[in-house]
């Protein structure tokens, strides 16, 4: 990866619907070019889904909470992960290193439904301990692309 492909991720980042020809007007090269590079990106898994990013709020999900989870053992950890991703309401999953063995990010529509999730993940087997925290405000939610930095 080059600081070409660099900015072709930053404006795709930005809006992923964005077409190889005005992306080839922007850093000047030609279309074939930058639909080469995309697709090299793409192969190599540096580009891996195109999606939509949505506005939780506006879905009605107004709580959003992170949850830290301890494991017992870490015998427990595929019917944790397991159970994780039948939930939709956890949206983000992070195994971690440090005191706690996970991170979830929770999106809820109410107090009474992050109650809910809350027992949800206690009762998974394995889990000892969590601490739940609310999300006042996001401040950045994105994978900063900077040239130079490859």
């Given amino acids: 990866m080059d ?3 660099l900015i072709i991720l930053k404006i795709l980042q930005e809006n992923g619907r964005e077409t190889a020809s005005n992306i080839s007007k922007r850093i000047h090269l030609s279309v074939s070019a930058v639909l080469d590079r995309i697709h090299k990106l793409e192969e190599a898994g540096v580009v891996k889904q195109y999606t939509v990013l949505l506005d939780s709020r506006k879905l009605g999900y107004d709580v959003l909470a992170v949850m830290e989870v301890r494991l017992e053992h870490p ?3 595929d019917a944790f992960v397991e159970a994780v991703q039948a939930n939709d309401k956890i949206v983000d999953c992070y195994y971690l290193t440090g ?3 996970f991170t979830l990010k ?3 529509r109410s107090s009474e439904d992050l109650e809910e999730q809350h027992r949800y993940v206690k009762e998974i087997p394995g889990v000892s301990a969590t601490i739940t925290h609310f999300v ?5 939610n994105i994978y900063e692309v900077t040239p130079g930095e490859a």
């Fill in 3 to 5: 600081s070409i492909d």
């Fill in 75 to 77: 015998r427990f950890y």
């Fill in 99 to 101: 005191d706690f063995d």
């Fill in 106 to 108: 929770i999106c809820c």
């Fill in 136 to 140: 006042l405000k996001e401040v950045k």
